[in-house]
T-cell receptor
Framework: KAGVTQTPRYLIKTRGQQVTLSCSPI?????VSWYQQTPGQGLQFLFE???????NKGNFPGRFSGRQFSNSRSEMNVSTLELGDSALYLC??????????????FGPGTRLLVL | AQTVTQSQPEMSVQEAETVTLSCTYD???????LFWYKQPPSRQMILVIR??????QNATENRFSVNFQKAAKSFSLKISDSQLGDTAMYFC?????????????FGAGTRLTVKP
């Protein structure tokens, strides 16, 4: 089975622009979670989608949004980019909604640089 | 609020030797789960090991084992017979009930380098 894929792998944007990142989960996985990883804040949960519905949301401003399609692929969007949005954005998928028992499989990440 | 502390930003070990990565956490919960994740350079993050707080027996996965001290709120990871492929960032994580994604906290990570 192919693993979790994320596109693009690298992205450079300028402040004020918006960006859309894509994540394709492992075939059969219906839950997709997004995380932001930065050297200062570490790994922080953004949101989780299951069956096209947002199931959980982390503590991020409304500029961060996401969606999930019927084929379980997910996109996240960041509008009005700020310098502090520079980070590695990780996507993870699992068969069922994320719990302590459900193992997530991570993608390689999209590295976003905001200038 | 739950916090996870990894006090060793960087560590190194010689190939074939044993290394222990430390992790402490703070919580008022009685049951919870603890995890160690490995993130190799430019590769996917993977789950290494998982421990339930109610289980007294320390979890093991091949060369990876944990030393879980509930009273001390300590959850260290021991890697035996270190291999070059163990070079990675290691993240300790804590998850409290009701065990959703936003109930999870990660430590800042320890960068481990295995030297030949």
């Amino acid at each position: 089975k192919a693993g979790v894929t994320q596109t693009p792998r690298y992205l450079i944007k300028t402040r004020g622009q918006q960006v859309t990142l894509s994540c394709s989960p492992i075939s059969g996985h219906r839950s997709v979670s997004w995380y932001q990883q930065t050297p200062g804040q570490g790994l922080q949960f953004l949101f989780e989608y299951f069956s096209e519905t947002q199931r959980n949301k982390g503590n991020f401003p409304g500029r961060f949004s996401g969606r999930q399609f019927s084929n379980s692929r997910s996109e996240m969007n960041v509008s009005t980019l700020e310098l502090g949005d520079s980070a590695l954005y990780l996507c993870a998928s699992s068969l069922a909604p994320r719990t302590h028992q459900e193992t997530q499989y991570f993608g390689p990440g999209t590295r976003l640089l905001v200038l | 609020a739950q916090t996870v502390t990894q006090s060793q930003p960087e560590m190194s070990v010689q190939e074939a030797e044993t290394v222990t990565l430390s992790c402490t956490y703070d919580t008022s919960e009685s049951n919870y789960y603890l995890f160690w994740y490995k993130q190799p350079p430019s590769r996917q993050m993977i789950l290494v090991i998982r421990q339930e707080a109610y289980k007294q027996q320390n979890a093991t996965e091949n060369r990876f084992s944990v030393n879980f001290q509930k009273a001390a709120k300590s959850f260290s990871l021991k890697i035996s017979d270190s291999q070059l492929g163990d070079t990675a960032m290691y993240f300790c994580a804590f998850m409290k009930p009701p065990y959703n994604n936003n109930d999870m906290r990660f430590g800042a990570g320890t960068r481990l380098t295995v030297k030949p």
